[in-house]
């Protein structure tokens, strides 16, 4: 069983910038598109950002041009650079392919962004 652990959270002022890895016990990510997700209080969980095997990404519009996925196969490890945060990023943040369809979520990595 494949578990996913993110981390890499926590507090910063609007206009800061965080960066969030992912990490699997085995190589998941060569061989599947990967993808960051957050959930707000109160919201359903929704993408962000996601990640091809060929390396394409595509970043939802509230996001765009501020955060980047990447992923590192020979480190098992997925990572979402986050710059100019804003309040509404605040959330809990988790990775899992894209689309969900095998693996468990993880605990996520809580990011609060203060105004």
């Known amino acids: 069983q494949v578990h996913l652990v993110e981390s890499g959270g926590g507090l910063v002022q609007a206009g800061g910038s965080l960066r969030l890895s992912c990490a699997a016990g085995?190589?998941?990510?060569?061989?599947?598109?990967m993808g960051w997700y957050r959930q707000a209080p109160g919201k359903q969980r929704e993408l962000v950002a996601r990640i091809t095997t060929g390396g394409r990404t595509n970043d939802a519009d509230s996001v765009k041009g501020r955060f980047t996925i990447s992923r590192d196969n020979a480190k098992n490890t997925v990572y979402l650079q986050m710059n100019n945060l804003k309040p509404e990023a605040t959330a809990v943040y988790y990775c899992?392919?894209?689309?969900?369809?095998?693996?468990?979520w993880g605990q996520g990595t809580q990011v609060t962004v203060s105004s």
């Open positions: 899992n392919t894209a689309p969900v369809y095998l693996f468990s």
């Open positions: 085995r190589n998941i990510f060569s061989i599947n598109t």
